[in-house]
């Protein structure tokens, strides 16, 4: 009763992680407690489901697997260079561990997983919930492109006696996202999840998926993941796509190259593009969170938020190359939630935003080369993890499912350079996907195992 009440709770969580932003954001206004607990209810249920996930792979004595203890290992290593980095910075322990834990919470999940989704059965009916809400998602995004379009260039959203609701609506979001909201004359939808980049990244999560595992494509269902692989017009989102199509192709899926086409020529034109919209979306030189007067010479932050942050960022960890500042000192989201008193010593000009909107600049500046070493090694193990479950797996299915998910491994890499890779709807999923392929695949050990005794 307790395991099943686990996989159901297990599946409702991840079909709420997308919609988590949306619906906090909603009940904030008439209920603060519940959508606090709201908002950390990935962290409850990471909090509430180890031990017990434990426990299970003990009883199945599969705790000391060398598949768990090389993610086990690596999760602790990263912990004590985190406190030692902490320690020698002379920094609060509650930061430190606060700093830690957001490093590595969400990797944990893939035990998690392991312990509660224990067949292939199980696996697919948890991924076609997650087609079907991503799918819906996509769906929603295109009709909010379309709307946003009509609003623009048939019917001027900013007539104030147009009457038009939907147009009122695309007007307040033009006004709170300011420029960043279109790129290249396309409304960066997205849908009812927390941002473009991550509506972005998430559709091309479960479209990689999707299409290294299923042999048959629902054209459909596939339009829609590509609309929000599309709508979000990130460059990032756009380089990693035409890795996963080029590689589809060279598997024989030919017509993906008349998709290649249209993302090959915008991502040219945006090359050409600066980061202005990062800087006009959080406000970073607008409200409270900004009082410094900014000089003619730093006005190209407006123009290269990003590239401030990096260099920023290094110029921090040059000061600690070995173990950095710390981990939740400049950067990270208890460095933002708590401040930082380096963001003043580094006359650091990020404003409201504070964050880098860059993971790895991030990792080396709060924990130094060793931290960045230490978290590498993690993403190196979960790769050698699949690639050598993939290799001994009896499953074809799992097979499959094993490549899809190495190959978004370098999906991760690439999207830490220009993201924060610490995202709730992103590497949760990612992680509890490698943990129900890992507890299906012992579970097909177990049958071929009896039907071979």
């Known amino acids: ?149 009509y609003c623009r260039y048939i019917y001027d959203p900013l007539l104030s006696d147009s009457g038009c609701l939907l147009c009122e609506l695309c007007a307040g979001m033009s006004e709170k996202y300011g420029t960043s909201i279109w790129r290249l004359g396309i409304y960066r939808a997205y849908a009812l999840i927390s941002h473009y980049n991550v509506l972005g990244f998430y559709s091309l999560l479960i479209l990689t998926i999707y299409l290294f595992s299923f042999k048959k494509i629902n054209y459909m269902f596939f339009a829609s993941l590509f609309a929000g692989v599309f709508l979000s017009v990130s460059r990032t989102v756009y380089i990693c796509f035409v890795y996963i199509a080029g590689l589809q192709i060279f598997k024989g899926r030919r017509w993906l190259v008349l998709l290649l086409v249209p993302i090959l020529i915008l991502l040219v034109k945006m090359s050409f593009l600066s980061d202005f919209d990062i800087a006009t979306e959080y406000g970073v030189f607008k409200g409270e969170g900004f009082k410094q007067e900014v000089s003619q010479s730093e006005l190209f932050i407006q123009g290269n938020y990003r590239a401030y942050a990096f260099e920023k960022a290094i110029e921090v960890w040059k000061d600690n190359p070995f173990w950095g500042v710390g981990p939740g000192k400049f950067g990270s989201a208890p460095a933002i939630k708590y401040g930082s008193h380096l963001y003043g010593e580094y006359v650091f000009l990020g404003g409201v935003m504070r964050g880098l909107d860059q993971f790895w600049p991030q990792v080396l500046a709060e924990t130094g080369i060793i931290g960045t070493g230490s978290f590498a090694g993690l993403l190196f193990a979960i790769v050698l993890i699949l690639v050598n479950a993939r290799a001994k797996t009896v499953s074809y299915k799992l097979r499959k499912i094993y490549t899809a998910l190495t190959i978004y491994m370098a999906v991760f890499f690439v999207y830490a350079f220009n993201n924060t890779l610490i995202s709730v709807e992103i590497l949760f999923t990612y992680c509890a996907l490698i943990g129900m392929s890992l507890g299906a695949e012992e579970a097909e050990k177990q049958e071929v195992k009896i039907a071979n005794s």
């Open 1 to 149: 009763m307790v395991i099943i009440f686990s996989r159901w709770w297990l599946t409702i969580i991840l079909l709420f992680l997308p919609f988590q932003f949306k619906i906090v954001e909603s009940i904030l206004v008439w209920n603060q407690g519940l959508a606090s607990f709201l908002r950390k209810l990935d962290e409850i249920t990471i909090l509430i489901f180890l031990p017990f996930a434990c426990l299970e792979l003990y009883r199945k004595r599969e705790l000391f697997d060398l598949k768990y203890i090389l993610v086990a290992f690596s999760i602790v290593m990263i912990g004590i260079f985190g406190f030692i980095s902490g320690f020698k910075n002379g920094n609060s322990l509650l930061i430190t561990s606060m700093g830690v834990i957001e490093y590595v919470k969400y990797f944990l999940v893939i035990i998690i997983y392991a312990a509660f989704v224990r067949s292939l059965n199980d696996y697919q009916k948890v991924f076609r919930y997650l087609l079907i809400v991503t799918v819906f998602i996509g769906g929603m995004s295109f009709l909010q492109e379309i709307m946003a379009l």
